[in-house]
């Protein structure tokens, strides 16, 4: 907990900054929902309130906690995230709100019990892994298009897999071991 006293002007200041930072995300997340299951405008009204409840209730479950297991008591926002919006869209298309509100509460549930044992789990997770997933992940992502303009000679070259793995396992080893990779010292 943090235990620095600010005064309470600078407090307000900070309160609105976090105010104006969270409530984009926290409005945009139920729109792009309704909007993706054409959803009417007062189902739309329930869906950003009650996204704004809920994201306070966990702002204040982080911040004051419970017990010593639940919260971290630090300055956190919570809010929504865009990352499940297109399976909520695929749910609640296929099964209604109702489902799609189940599995919402189910799913919360699940990572909640799953986040007491998170500790452990990241310990599978170094950071050499988690920085490769991302910079393979982020590379598929422009993969296609950088191979859509390259010239023809090129693109022969570059389709071979052989040739892709020995630049990748090149690149990798330069990336992580640095000059350590260059000098033949060790």
Known sequence: MFEENISKGKMLVIAFQHVL???PGTIAVPLLLASGLGLDAQTTSFLVAANFFT????TLLQVIGIGKLIGSRYPIILGSSFAPLAPMIMVGT?????ALFGSIIASG?????????????M???PQVVVGTSIAIGV???YASEVYAN???AISMVMSNGLFMVTLSAVVLNLLLNGK???SADE
């Open 139 to 141: 590379g598929s992502l």
């Open 21 to 23: 930072t969270m409530t």
């Open 109 to 121: 549930a699940i990572i909640f019990l799953l986040s007491f044992f998170m500790d452990k789990v």
């Open 55 to 58: 994201s306070g209730i966990t």
């Open 94 to 98: 296929r099964y209604g709100l109702p």
């Open 150 to 152: 390259l010239p023809e």
């Open 123 to 125: 310990k599978l997770f």
């Open 180 to 182: 350590k990779a260059l």
